[in-house]
C-alpha cells in the first residue's frame, strides 16, 4: 500500500519540479485550483470561436436534419399532436416487433398510441437484464439536446432517455427531438448546461449540477478501419432514426 | 538483404529500445509497393475528407488557439488538476491510481485484474496500452485480453503491429484483413467486401461483450472539475466495453487532463475533423465515477506519467504534451506517407512520435527519430493544439548531438573528427584562408573536366552518393574583392566562364 502512496507522490513531485512555483501571473489561478474550486479557477483562455450561431430558427433545424441525413440518420418530421402517430408509423416500417423504451417517456407518447394497439410489443426498462435487452430489435428515446453544426444527438442518460445501454444494444434506434432542443453549435450545448446550474439551488456547485453521463451520438455506428471504406454498423445501433418534433 | 527485411516487414518492432534506427527500419517498407500503396491510399482518402470539413469550419484558427490555451493552462497547473481530478472522481465513486512508470502501470493493472479473479479482460483500443506494452504482459500473466476496435482486432489475430495511431491498421488491404479473418475465425467462402468482414468482426466480438465483466479502456480526456473521463470513438466497441461489464479500469497518460467540463466545446470540434474528417465522430461518451444502475460499478482510473513529467520541465518540449492524438500530422507528413508507421519503432509514428519517443525514452534509445523529418512544417500547420513539431525536433537533434559527441565510441567519428577540426579553422582567419587554398588544391583531385564533382571520400561519399557537387572556383570570394578593388573587375567572371 506504501508504494502506491509513494508512486503519487513521485509523479505529483516531478511535475511540481517541472512546473516550478507558481509564476506571477497564474499564482493566484494557481491557489484557486489547488484549493479545488475548479469550477472557478478558468483562465484566461482566449475564446475567439463561434460561441453562438446566427442561423434562424428554421435554417437551423433544416441544417440539423442535412447534417443527420449526411450520416445516414434517417429523419422524419411532425407536429406536437401527432408524434405518437409518428412514432408508430415509425415502429411498423422498421419491420421490427420487440422494443424497449426508458421508464420515463411522457405518457402522451404510447398511452392509448396506436403502437400500443396495432400488436407491437414496447417494455419500459425498469430494471431489465442484459440478455432481455439484446433480445430487442429497437428502442425509442427522448434526448437532451440536438447540434444542428455536426449532426449531434446528446443523451444525458435521464428517465426520458434511459441507462446507456438501452441505446446500445438493440440495432434500431428512434430519437424524438423537439425543434426548442435543438442548437446550433456545440458551445451552445455547453451554454445550456450551465444554465442549468443556475436554475439549480447549489449554484456554489457548478460540477455537482454538470451531467455524470453523456453520450454524443452523430450517426449510426461506423467504421473506416478496411481501407478507409465507411462502414455503416459495427456494435452499437445501425440504425438510427429521429423524429424532429415542430414545437 | 530480403530475408532480413521480410522479418522487418512482418514483425516490426515497436519497443524503442529494441527497434533499428530510422533509416534501417524504413528500407524494407520502401521496398514492399503493396505497404506503400496501401498506406497512401489510406492517407490520400482522410486528407481529403479532412481538408474539406477543416474548410468548411470559419473559426478553425480561433479553437485550435483556444485549444493549445487551454492545454498550456492545464500543464501550467498540472498537479493542481490532476489532485482535483482525483478528487472529484473519488468522490463520484471512482478509484485512482498513479503509476511512476510503464511497470507499475501493468502491476497495478494486472492486480486489480487478480482481484476480479479475471481470466479474460475486453479492450477499447488505447495508444498508452500500447505504449506499456500491456497485452503480452498480461498474456504472460494468464490474462487473455481481446481488442474490441476492428482495426485492433485485424492486427492482434493477424499479430501485427499498429502503424498509425487512429487507424491502426491502414498498412492492411482487404484482401489481407480477409485471408487473417478466414483463418483465425474459421469463417470459409469470406468475402474480402470490407462489408462482410466488419460483420465477421461484429459476430466475432458480441458475445464477448456480453460474457466478459472486465474492461481496460484509455481515455481521451479527464475533466478536472466534475472528475469524469471522455472516449471517442465510432464503432461503438467502446460503448459496449464502458457499459457492460461490471469493472472498468481507464488507463490515461497525466497529460490528459482538462480543467472544466466546458473545454470539450473546443476539444470535441476539434478532434473528430482533425483526426478522421468528420464533424463528429459516431460515439463520444463521458462518464463520472460510478453511477447507480448504469454501466460499470466498480471503477478504475490509472494515471501515467512513464517520462511524461520530464518532457514537462523543458520550456521548447513541454509543448509535446497538449497532443490529443489526432494524427493529422502523419497524415500530412511527407516521410511518414513514405515509410509508414513501423519504420518509426513505437507505437507513436510519425511527426509526434518522431518528438514524443525519444522524449519519453528520456533520449536514451530512439535518437534516430528527431532527424526523420524533413523540416517542412506541415505537421505544425495541422496540429490542432498548434504543437510546433519541426522547432521541437530542431532542438531534440541538438540533445542527440550533444549527447553523442560526448561518448567514447564517437569520438574518432569521422564527421565529429571533421566538426572539431572545422572549429580550430574557423576561429583563426590564417587557418581558414590555408584551408580554402588547400582545399582548392585537394578539390582539383576530385573534380572532374566538366567542373563537377560526382563522388567524394570517406564520408563525404554519403553526400555525393544521390547528388553531385560543383567545383569550387579558382578564386575565393575574398580574393575575387581585393582583386576587384586594384581594379581587375571582371577576373573572376572571365575564369567561372572559362571553367565552364
Known amino acids: 500500500m506504501s508504494a502506491v502512496a509513494d508512486s503519487r507522490k513521485k509523479v505529483l513531485d516531478a511535475i511540481r519540479r517541472a512546473t516550478g512555483p507558481a509564476t506571477a501571473g497564474s499564482a493566484e489561478r494557481n491557489s484557486v485550483s489547488t484549493a479545488g474550486k475548479g469550477a472557478e479557477v478558468h483562465l484566461d483562455v482566449a475564446s475567439d470561436y463561434v460561441r453562438q450561431g446566427k442561423m434562424t430558427a428554421s435554417a437551423r433545424q433544416e441544417r440539423f436534419v442535412e447534417r443527420l441525413r449526411e450520416y445516414d440518420a434517417e429523419v422524419v418530421e411532425c407536429e406536437p399532436e401527432g408524434l405518437a402517430a409518428a412514432i408508430a408509423a415509425q415502429l411498423a416500417a422498421s419491420g421490427r416487433r420487440r422494443f424497449v423504451a426508458p421508464p420515463g417517456i411522457p405518457a402522451e407518447w404510447y398511452v392509448d398510441a396506436a403502437w400500443k394497439i396495432e400488436g407491437f410489443e414496447c417494455t419500459l426498462d425498469h430494471g431489465l437484464t442484459t440478455e432481455e435487452i439484446e433480445q430487442a430489435e429497437g428502442v425509442v428515446t427522448a434526448c437532451f439536446c440536438g447540434v444542428a453544426d455536426s449532426g449531434t444527438i446528446v443523451l444525458h442518460h435521464g428517465p426520458a432517455e434511459g441507462r446507456r445501454v438501452i441505446t446500445l444494444l438493440p440495432d434500431w434506434h428512434l430519437c424524438v427531438v423537439h425543434r426548442s432542443q435543438v442548437v446550433e453549435t456545440l458551445p451552445e450545448y455547453f451554454d445550456r448546461c450551465a444554465n442549468r446550474d443556475q436554475r439549480s439551488e447549489n449554484r456554489d456547485q457548478g460540477a455537482e449540477a454538470l451531467p455524470k453521463l453523456v453520450t454524443w451520438i452523430s450517426g449510426p455506428s461506423a467504421t473506416a478501419d478496411i481501407e478507409m471504406t465507411r462502414i455503416k454498423g459495427v456494435h452499437g445501433p445501425r440504425f438510427l432514426n429521429v423524429i424532429l418534433v415542430r414545437d | ?500
Open chain 2, 1 to 500: 538483404m530480403s530475408a532480413a527485411a521480410d522479418r522487418v516487414v512482418n514483425h516490426p518492432i515497436l519497443d524503442p529500445a529494441l527497434a533499428p534506427p530510422f533509416p534501417v527500419a524504413a528500407l524494407p517498407v520502401l521496398r514492399n509497393p503493396q505497404l506503400r500503396k496501401n498506406v497512401a491510399h489510406a492517407i490520400d482518402v482522410i486528407q481529403a475528407k479532412r481538408a474539406r470539413l477543416v474548410e468548411e469550419k470559419t473559426d478553425w484558427q480561433e479553437l485550435r488557439t483556444a485549444a493549445a490555451a487551454i492545454k498550456d493552462e492545464t500543464l501550467q497547473n498540472l498537479g493542481a488538476y490532476l489532485e482535483q481530478f482525483e478528487e472529484r472522481c473519488t468522490a463520484a465513486g471512482g478509484h485512482v491510481h498513479w503509476a511512476a512508470d510503464a511497470a507499475e502501470a501493468r502491476r497495478i493493472i494486472l492486480e486489480l485484474l487478480r482481484e476480479e479473479k479475471a481470466d479474460e479482460v475486453i479492450k477499447i483500443k488505447t495508444m498508452t496500452s500500447a505504449e506499456i506494452q500491456l497485452n503480452p504482459f498480461l498474456e504472460a500473466a494468464g490474462v487473455r485480453a481481446y481488442e474490441t476496435d476492428l482495426a485492433e482486432i485485424i492486427l492482434q489475430l493477424g499479430n501485427g503491429e499498429p502503424s498509425h495511431i487512429v487507424v491502426p491498421a491502414l498498412h492492411v488491404n482487404r484482401a489481407q484483413v480477409r485471408e487473417i479473418f478466414a483463418r483465425t475465425m474459421g469463417i470459409e467462402n469470406l468475402s474480402d467486401d470490407p462489408k462482410a468482414l466488419t460483420a465477421a468482426a461484429r459476430n466475432y466480438l458480441r458475445q464477448k461483450f456480453l460474457d466478459v465483466p472486465t474492461a481496460i479502456s484509455g481515455a481521451n480526456f479527464l475533466v478536472a472539475e466534475t472528475g469524469g473521463v471522455t472516449i471517442v470513438e465510432s464503432e461503438g466497441n467502446g460503448r459496449m466495453c464502458l457499459t457492460l461489464p461490471r469493472t472498468m479500469i481507464t488507463l490515461a497518460g497525466i497529460e490528459k487532463v482538462v480543467p472544466r467540463f466546458a473545454d470539450l466545446e473546443v476539444m470535441l470540434q476539434l478532434l473528430a475533423r482533425s483526426a478522421t474528417g468528420e464533424r463528429m465522430n459516431p460515439y463520444t461518451s463521458l462518464w463520472t465515477g460510478v453511477v447507480p444502475g448504469d454501466g460499470p460499478q466498480n471503477f478504475h482510473v490509472v494515471l501515467l506519467d512513464n517520462g511524461r513529467s520530464s518532457i514537462l520541465g523543458r520550456k521548447t518540449e513541454r509543448q509535446t504534451l497538449r497532443c490529443i492524438r489526432c494524427a493529422a500530422c502523419m497524415n500530412t507528413c511527407p516521410v511518414y506517407r513514405q515509410t509508414g508507421g513501423h519504420a518509426y519503432g513505437s507505437v507513436y509514428p510519425g511527426p509526434i512520435g518522431a518528438i514524443l519517443t525519444p522524449q519519453l525514452e528520456q533520449l536514451r534509445h530512439a535518437q534516430s527519430l528527431p532527424f526523420a523529418s524533413s523540416l517542412c512544417g506541415a505537421c505544425y500547420e495541422v496540429c490542432p493544439v498548434k504543437i510546433n513539431i519541426p522547432e521541437i525536433l530542431i532542438d531534440l537533434r541538438a540533445r542527440v548531438t550533444d549527447q553523442e559527441r560526448h561518448t567514447l565510441g564517437k569520438f574518432f567519428d569521422p564527421m565529429y573528427v571533421g566538426l572539431r577540426v572545422a572549429n580550430v579553422i574557423f576561429s583563426r582567419a590564417w587557418l581558414f584562408h590555408f584551408a580554402q587554398w588547400a582545399g582548392r588544391i585537394g578539390a582539383k583531385l576530385v573534380t572532374r573536366r566538366d567542373g563537377w564533382i560526382h563522388s567524394l571520400p570517406s564520408v563525404g561519399g554519403k553526400w555525393t552518393q544521390t547528388r553531385d557537387l560543383r567545383g569550387l572556383p579558382k578564386q575565393t570570394f575574398h580574393e575575387w574583392f581585393k582583386d576587384r578593388e586594384r581594379g581587375n573587375e571582371g577576373t573572376r567572371e572571365q575564369e567561372s566562364e572559362g571553367a565552364r
